[in-house]
């Protein structure tokens, strides 16, 4: 039942992810408030595995959005990286802020994702070779890039086998839109 309800769940996410975001009635937030919460709570998901989860977050950047759901987004590639990271390992947190745009990076030392696989982990139910013992459906990654793309942001990774991955997430800052929409 919670496998179901949860694939449930991450199906109506990858549905809201569609509408366009003018008709979803996006606010502004305070971003580092969400990503404060999100190490807070990593930390707390990392401590089963005795996980070191360190975090660097600049203060007051505002974005425009949905906080749950970006929330949501972000917390699936965390989880992805406590899942893949082995005891005692390390995860790194990292917000900052340039002139356009806030930008996230997510950062552990656990397997990493083959070549092969890393142009496919944001398709829809695609599980990585050798994931099959790891639960989950195959939509986390999917929904995190659907939810990023429908608030004008951008997610990339790089990974290296045995060495971990870095997930560089970017969302425009609203002073950028601004000056983006009059041009």
């Given amino acids: 039942t919670h496998r179901v309800s949860s694939t449930l769940k991450n199906v109506l996410d990858l549905a809201w992810s569609d509408t366009p975001m ?36 600049a203060q007051n950047i505002e974005i425009i959005g949905f906080k749950e759901k970006l929330g949501r987004a972000l917390l699936n590639i965390i989880d992805n990286a406590i899942k893949y990271t082995s005891t005692k390992g390390k995860i790194s947190v990292v917000l900052e802020k340039n002139k356009y745009q806030a930008i996230v990076e ?52 790089k990974s290296k086998i045995g060495k ?9 800052i609203p002073e950028f839109l601004t000056l983006e929409n009059e041009n």
């Fill in 164 to 172: 971990g991955s870095m997930f560089t997430i970017v969302f425009p």
């Fill in 106 to 157: 997510i950062k552990d030392n656990g397997i990493g994702i083959s070549q092969k696989d890393i142009f496919h982990i944001f398709d829809r139910f695609y599980r990585g070779s050798g994931r099959e013992k790891t639960f989950g459906s195959g939509l986390g990654l999917a929904i995190a890039k659907a939810i990023v793309n429908s608030h004008r942001g951008e997610i990339e990774v």
């Fill in 22 to 57: 003018e008709q979803k009635n996006a606010i502004s937030f305070n971003f580092s408030e969400l990503m404060e919460e999100l190490l807070e709570l990593a930390q707390k998901m990392a401590l089963k595995k005795d996980i070191k989860v360190s975090g660097s977050l």
